[in-house]
Antibody
Framework: EVQLMESGGGLVQPGGSRRLSCIGSGFTFSDYEMNWVRQAPGKGLEWISNISTSETVSGHADSVKGRFIISRDNAKNAVYLQMNNLRVEDTAVYYC???????????????????WGQGTGVTVSS | DIQMTQSPSTLSASVGDRVTITCRASQNINSLLAWYQQKPGKAPKLLIYKTSNLESGVPSRFSGSGGGTEFTLAISSLQPDDFATYYCQQYNSYSWTFGQGTKVEI
């Protein structure tokens, strides 16, 4: 059974930092690109970060570029999101999600979100 | 970024109804479109990828169609478990973007 388990959420002050973690199991972790998707309270879904299977290429939405950093450790089946200079508008549930299966490493055509974690909540407030 | 617009925003329906949700892209996305179902307090669930491919385990009453800039999710006979919010997502152009969601309610 595929499982993704996020952790690291909580209350943080504006301007603060937080690191989210996501551990995968039940699938070949290194065959999937990994993503973070967030959902503000009562709002829709927003993709924010993506990292390649090889750990070497990543991208971020403009809303978090320069503040958030995604990384992964295939040996630990883990993906991380380092969030810096947090703003009130970053308050959301943060989901990690896999792309589609991509053993070749060329993943554009499978960049949907196949498996999701249960989410971890981040509240930015003073 | 490519803008994704879903209609309607809310859909009132009954068990057994056929329902359709439309998703329009601001430019051609070459069939690289996915649909998700989300229930309150839960993570989204992938239903369909590449416009019309049903994810494993998803009931066959769900179907997707379309191309270019206009896409449709259809549910052939609405079941009680289908009352949820549905999102489309394009993955043709970085960064990936979602529609605003369609809530299917009784």
């Amino acid at each position: 059974e595929v499982q993704l388990m996020e952790s690291g959420g909580g209350l943080v002050q504006p301007g603060g930092s937080r690191r989210l973690s996501c551990i995968g199991s039940g699938f070949t972790f290194s065959d999937y690109e990994m993503n973070w998707v967030r959902q503000a309270p009562g709002k829709g879904l927003e993709w924010i970060s993506n990292i390649s299977t090889s750990e070497t290429v990543s991208g971020h939405a403009d809303s978090v570029k320069g503040r958030f950093i995604i990384s992964r450790d295939n040996a630990k089946n883990a993906v991380y999101l380092q969030m810096n200079n947090l703003r009130v508008e970053d308050t959301a549930v943060y989901y990690c999600a896999t792309g589609g299966p991509c053993p070749s490493g060329v993943c554009q055509t499978v960049a949907y979100f196949q498996y999701w974690g249960q989410g971890t909540g981040v509240t930015v407030s003073s | 970024d490519i803008q994704m617009t879903q209609s309607p925003s809310t859909l009132s329906a009954s068990v057994g109804d056929r329902v359709t949700i439309t998703c329009r892209a601001s430019q051609n996305i070459n069939s690289l479109l996915a649909w998700y179902q989300q229930k309150p307090g839960k993570a989204p669930k992938l239903l369909i990828y590449k416009t019309s491919n049903l994810e494993s385990g998803v009931p066959s009453r769900f179907s997707g169609s379309g191309g270019g800039t206009e896409f449709t999710l259809a549910i052939s006979s609405l079941q009680p478990d289908d009352f949820a919010t549905y999102y489309c997502q394009q993955y043709n152009s970085y960064s990936w973007t979602f529609g605003q969601g369609t809530k299917v309610e009784i």
